[in-house]
Nanobody, 114 residues
Framework: QVQVVESGGGLVQAGGSLRLSCAAS????????MGWYRQAPGKQRELVAT???????NYAGSVKGRFTISRDNAKNTVYLQMNSLKPEDTAVYYCKATVRYDYWGQGTQVTVSS
């Protein structure tokens, strides 16, 4: 059994910053890729950023240069530093951890006011 828990969401004004954290725990030897996805009301869930155990990163074009993903392999934790936030970044942010299968967290709300 693997648990994935996100934290760090909240309300912020446009131009502000937030840092999300996500920890995977349970019957884990090692976590392969970890990533952040988001889903805005009425829209499909979309990729925000991913990072492999080796540190290779991938970003959606809409967040490149503003968001930074990082991870602590020893803690099976991934972070998302979000700067220069825009109202269109408002969404529920989900963390995914790939062990043998994909495991999702329950999501954390990020609201950016204009």
């Amino acid at each position: 059994q693997v648990q994935v828990v996100e934290s760090g969401g909240g309300l912020v004004q446009a131009g502000g910053s937030l840092r999300l954290s996500c920890a995977a725990s349970g019957n884990i030897f090692s976590v392969n890729a970890m990533g952040w996805y988001r889903q805005a009301p009425g829209k499909q869930r979309e990729l925000v950023a991913t990072i492999t155990s080796g540190g290779y990163t991938n970003y959606a074009g809409s967040v490149k240069g503003r968001f930074t993903i990082s991870r602590d392999n020893a803690k099976n934790t991934v972070y998302l530093q979000m700067n220069s936030l825009k109202p269109e970044d408002t969404a529920v942010y989900y963390c995914k951890a790939t062990v043998r299968y994909d495991y999702w967290g329950q999501g954390t709300q990020v609201t950016v006011s204009s």
